[in-house]
T-cell receptor, first 114, second 114 residues
Framework: DAGITQSPRYKITETGRQVTLMCHQTWSHSYMFWYRQDLGHGLRLIYY???????DKGEVPDGYVVSRSKTENFPLTLESATRSQTSVYFC?????????????FGPGTRLLVL | AQSVAQPEDQVNVAEGNPLTVKCTYSVSGNPYLFWYVQYPNRGLQFLLKYITGDNLVKGSYGFEAEFNKSQTSFHLKKPSALVSDSALYFC????????????FGTGTLLAVQP
């Protein structure tokens, strides 16, 4: 039972480079989410997806791009990384519903932008 | 707009003593409230949720939370703290609309001393 996995777990990159963070879930959950975790801010939603090919912006989408061609995958791309995007990134998934279902989180990706 | 506040950055408690981690919320409509826990270098794990019904909600690992509508609070409690309860705790509220979007508080670090 793999659940929800993220790769890489750690990444160091340089300003201006493109970086893609991967998220994969084995439950066939409809909803998937990307959050970033920063001290003093808690978790902030970057993008979410209600189903394959349906994505929408969250609270802090600028500088990020997502896609969801398959239900199980939800990659997050930083088109041109900036130092302010140094953070811990969490992917999550949940079943379809009216907003009361539990979200299940991956282990996170620690990203350092130099 | 929906929001949650966790007024304490850190809570210190001795092992065996009761613990409380505070959360207040601001929502329009019925509140759907959640508590998640994050252990070091791990993703968030679901503890419990309040959707409707009993004001006292029981969750994982012996935790419970009390929903108080008049005080707009949803405090997390445990009768007897364990050192292993030391972690970062997040309160969250469902965003408005029929989606699974959650808005998280900034987190409270619980430190249980032996």
């Amino acid at each position: 039972d793999a659940g929800i996995t993220q790769s890489p777990r750690y990444k160091i990159t340089e300003t201006g480079r493109q970086v893609t963070l991967m998220c994969h879930q084995t439950w066939s959950h409809s909803y998937m989410f990307w959050y970033r975790q920063d001290l003093g801010h808690g978790l902030r939603l970057i993008y979410y997806s209600a189903a394959a090919d349906i994505t929408d912006k969250g609270e802090v989408p600028d500088g990020y791009v997502v896609s969801r061609s398959k239900t199980e995958n939800f990659p997050l791309t930083l088109e041109s990384a900036t130092r302010s995007q140094t953070s811990v990134y969490f992917c999550a998934s949940s079943t379809e519903g009216g907003g009361v279902e539990t979200q299940y989180f991956g282990p996170g990706t620690r990203l350092l932008v130099l | 707009a929906q929001s949650v506040a966790q007024p304490e950055d850190q809570v210190n408690v001795a092992e065996g003593n009761p613990l409380t981690v505070k959360c207040t919320y601001s929502v329009s409509g019925n509140p759907y409230l959640f508590w998640y826990v994050q252990y070091p270098n791990r993703g968030l794990q679901f503890l419990l949720k309040y959707i409707t019904g009993d004001n006292l909600v029981k969750g994982s690992y012996g935790f419970e939370a009390e929903f108080n509508k008049s005080q707009t609070s949803f405090h997390l409690k445990k009768p007897s703290a364990l050192v292993s309860d030391s972690a970062l705790y997040f309160c969250a509220v469902r965003d408005g609309g029929a989606t699974n979007k959650l808005i998280f508080g900034t987190g409270t670090l619980l430190a249980v001393q032996p």
